[in-house]
Structure formats: structure tokens, C-alpha cells
């Protein structure tokens, strides 16, 4: 069921004309500056949905600037920070829909440095580790869609030690849970894609890497797509996934 995206822009339109009066009225205040940021970004959010890429993208860059400079003003404030991680993120994205790869990714390591500073600063915090460890994976998706799996396989190992250590200290957290399961399908679709280089005849992928159960099915007791490359290599088995 969709919402009403129309009318959530109109209103999030409104309140942006309001937070753009009061930080004029206080261009020195912070608390206004982030209000402003914040719902540029909204809107962003909005026009993102509305698959308005281009539309999102000057919005996102408009709250990018806004945080840079608060940040600046303000090195020490780790909530400051966040946001424009965040924001590079949020820009990164766009850019990568919208066909720069290279650009989306400029953008995500500069929000990987800045999620790696804040995780390191309090490494038992289970929100920054999380932000770490899917920073990590931006890099990474960027990485493997520009061929270079044996980079991407960097990203997604980190980020699935994270999320391991994560599911370890929560185990009564679904979602803590979900993150390893995640992780290891980033890992798979690396170590398979390296395996394409090599042995381009050996496996046809879909788009977004192997069905759970088409790899279980094939090989019980393979519940990942590691285990399931691993079986293909140990049996020397020739597959091509339905379809393709």
C-alpha cells in the first residue's frame, strides 16, 4: 500500500520554507542549520521514491553542504558527523542510480571514514558498528559492479566480522540476526563473481546473485552462497540457474 508521497511532499515543501525563515533569521544557529538540513533531506527522500532521481539529488547535495559546514564549526559532535555520513551516503546512492559509479563511490568512502572514526570511538556503541558495516557494503556493491571482486571481497568480509560480532551480542534480535545472513550472501556473490572471471562458462548468475533455494536445493546442506561455490568447485559441476 502506497502512501500519499504528493501530499508527504507538500508538507515536507512547507516546513522547508519554514526552517529556510528561521536559519535567515539565525544563520549562527546550529540546532536551525541541522533543521534545515534535515528537511532537504526529507525531501530528497521523497523525490527519491517518486524515482525523481535527479529531482533527489540537488536536495541531498543542498543538506551534504549544510552538514559539511556544522561539522566543520563543530569537529567534536559525533550526532553532526552521523548526518553527514549519512548525507554522503544519500548522495552516493543517487549517483549510483543515475549511471556514476565513480562518483557513488568517492561519496561512500568519504562516509565510510567518517562512520569508521565514530565506530572507533566507542566500539561496543551497536549503532555505529552497524552504520560501519553497511558503509562497508556500499563500497562493496560499488566495487563488484565495477568488476573488481577481489576488492568488494575486503568490504563484505569486514562487514560481515561486524555483523557476526552484532547477531553474537543480541541473540534475541531478529534483525541483529539477519545481518550475518546478509553478509554472507554479499560475500558469496564476490566469491562467485571471481569465480566467473576465471571460469566464465562455469555459472550464469541472476541479477542480485543466486536464490537461496535454488543453491540448498541443488547441494543440502549449502545454505550459503560460499558453501554452495565451494560444493561446485569440490564436484566440478556445471550449473546454470532457471531462466537464464
Do not use: W
Amino acid at each position: 500500500m502506497h502512501g500519499d508521497e504528493s501530499g508527504a511532499l507538500a508538507e515536507f515543501q512547507a516546513a522547508l520554507k519554514i526552517d529556510q525563515a528561521r536559519s535567515a533569521h539565525d544563520p549562527m544557529n546550529a540546532d536551525m542549520q541541522r533543521d534545515l538540513a534535515a528537511s532537504r533531506g526529507r525531501i530528497g527522500d521523497i523525490l527519491l521514491k517518486q524515482r525523481d532521481r535527479a529531482g533527489a539529488l540537488a536536495p541531498y547535495r543542498d543538506a551534504l553542504a549544510l552538514n559539511k559546514s556544522l561539522a566543520a564549526r563543530d569537529a567534536t559532535n559525533d550526532d553532526l558527523q552521523r548526518d553527514l555520513s549519512v548525507n554522503h551516503n544519500q548522495v552516493g546512492n543517487v549517483l549510483l542510480a543515475n549511471g556514476d559509479p565513480v562518483g557513488a563511490l568517492a561519496e561512500f568512502r568519504q562516509g565510510l571514514t567518517i562512520a569508521e572514526r565514530l565506530a572507533s570511538k566507542d566500539a561496543r556503541n551497536a549503532a555505529r558498528q552497524h552504520d560501519l558495516a553497511k558503509s562497508r557494503e556500499l563500497v562493496g556493491d560499488v566495487l563488484l559492479e565495477q568488476g573488481d571482486a577481489a576488492a568488494a571481497l575486503v568490504d563484505y568480509r569486514q562487514a560481515l566480522v561486524i555483523d557476526e560480532a552484532l547477531a553474537a551480542k543480541a541473540p534475541a534480535d531478529i534483525d541483529a540476526q539477519a545481518g550475518p545472513a546478509y553478509s554472507n550472501e554479499k560475500v558469496g556473490d564476490a566469491l562467485l563473481a571471481q569465480q566467473e572471471a576465471t571460469s566464465p562458462s562455469l555459472l550464469k548468475l541472476e541479477s542480485g546473485g543466486l536464490k537461496r533455494d535454488f543453491y540448498a536445493a541443488c547441494f543440502p546442506g549449502a545454505t550459503t552462497a560460499t558453501a554452495f561455490l565451494r560444493s561446485l568447485t569440490r564436484k566440478h559441476v556445471n550449473a546454470s540457474v532457471p531462466g537464464t
